[in-house]
């Protein structure tokens, strides 16, 4: 069984920086892709960044390119996300997910494995 944990949400201002990690387990994680989806208030989940496993490829929202940075540490199978110049839209439940495959899948629907979140805020 998959299981995903995420953690490093807060409260923070603008401009200001935090670090998502998700500490994946239950399987062999080499064949799967990562995604960081997040969700405000009243709205869809978003797409904000996909990561393979296999090779660390990345791929960004156009509203968090160059700001955030996914990674991942294989020997943790932990995946991260460092957000920088943090932006108030940027507010939401941040969750990770994963899918098996290595396509980029934008849609929340297509994955199937989904972490409890984590509240990221911040103020103006």
């Known amino acids: 069984q998959v299981q995903l944990v995420e953690s490093g949400g807060g409260l923070v201002q603008a401009g200001g920086s935090l670090r998502l990690s998700c500490a994946a387990s239950?399987?062999?994680?080499?064949?799967?892709?990562m995604g960081w989806f997040r969700q405000a208030p009243g709205k869809e989940h978003e797409f904000v960044a996909h990561i393979r496993w296999i090779d660390g490829l990345t791929t960004y929202a156009d509203s968090v390119k160059g700001r955030f940075t996914a990674s991942r540490d294989a020997a943790k199978n932990t995946v991260y996300l460092q957000m920088d110049s943090l932006k108030p839209e940027d507010t939401g439940v941040y969750y990770c997910?994963?899918?098996?495959?290595?396509?980029?899948?934008?849609?929340?629907?297509?994955?199937?494995?989904w972490g409890q979140g984590t509240q990221v805020t911040v103020s103006s």
């Open positions: 997910a994963a899918r098996y495959g290595s396509f980029i899948v934008y849609n929340a629907p297509s994955w199937p494995y």
């Open positions: 239950g399987r062999t994680f080499s064949n799967y892709a």
